[in-house]
T-cell receptor, first 112, second 111 residues
Framework: GAGVSQSPRYKVAKRGQDVALRCDPI?????LFWYQQALGQGPEFLTY????????KSGLPSDRFFAERPEGSVSTLKIQRTQQEDSAVYLC??????????FGEGSRLTVL | GESVGLHLPTLSVQEGDNSIINCAYS??????FIWYKQESGKGPQFIID?????DKRQGQRVTVLLNKTVKHLSLQIAATQPGDSAVYFC??????????FGTGTRLKVLA
């Protein structure tokens, strides 16, 4: 597609439910990133993929967070047993290599 | 740890005036800086970048200035328009893929 596509755009979950957020990067982009953006804050790094390899997951807040990119294209961020503090916008970005990141519009997660 | 922050959380300017958005960074090893614009409900959009071997870089109506001595970055928007209303973030990187974003400045353009 023309840009980074994320789905769902909005997700409401009850505390304790599992959620899965999808990212479809720009075709051909090797690098893929997940960021978490709390209300009124800047994006915070979660994890980084180069093709299918997850090279850095140091930003994942807990072991309830898991990301994958099995074929080096689409990525899924999974959050298990969601908590209220997980409420945020989850942004996916892709790039050819280092340099400009192209962001999707984000998935807004609300945990009740 | 290292952080990138902004001096002003909200900036209001008259349409047609110039805007200056400031950013301070603390990691002296940072060598790449980017300004992003984020409109409500959308993802951040690249505006302009600058590497540490430069002091100034110009784009269309935007200029980024880098002062490495005081670790300060600014974004200047000429002839500010209503469409410029958004939150602006600076981000820095120290030669890796990881970008650290500041908190953001909200720019309000007054008609």
């Amino acid at each position: 597609g023309a840009g980074v596509s994320q789905s769902p755009r909005y997700k409401v979950a009850k505390r304790g439910q599992d959620v899965a957020l999808r990212c479809d990067p720009i075709s051909g982009h090797v690098s893929l990133f997940w960021y978490q953006q709390a209300l009124g804050q800047g994006p915070e790094f979660l994890t980084y993929f180069q093709n299918e390899a997850q090279l850095d997951k140091s930003g994942l807040p807990s072991d309830r967070f898991f990301a994958e990119r099995p074929e080096g294209s689409v990525s899924t961020l999974k959050i298990q047993r969601t908590q209220q503090e997980d409420s945020a916008v989850y942004l996916c970005a892709s790039s050819l290599s280092a340099g400009e990141l192209f962001f999707g519009e984000g998935s807004r997660l609300t945990v009740l | 740890g290292e952080s990138v922050g902004l001096h002003l959380p909200t900036l209001s300017v008259q349409e047609g005036d110039n805007s200056i958005i400031n950013c301070a960074y603390s990691n002296s090893a940072s060598d790449y800086f980017i300004w992003y614009k984020q409109e409500s409900g959308k993802g951040p959009q690249f505006i302009i970048d600058i590497r540490s071997n430069m002091d100034k870089r110009q784009g269309q109506r935007v200029t980024v200035l880098l002062n490495k001595t005081v670790k300060h970055l600014s974004l200047q928007i000429a002839a500010t328009q209503p469409g410029d209303s958004a939150v602006y973030f600076c981000a820095e990187s120290s030669g890796t893929y990881k970008y650290i974003f500041g908190t953001g400045t909200r720019l309000k353009v007054l008609a």
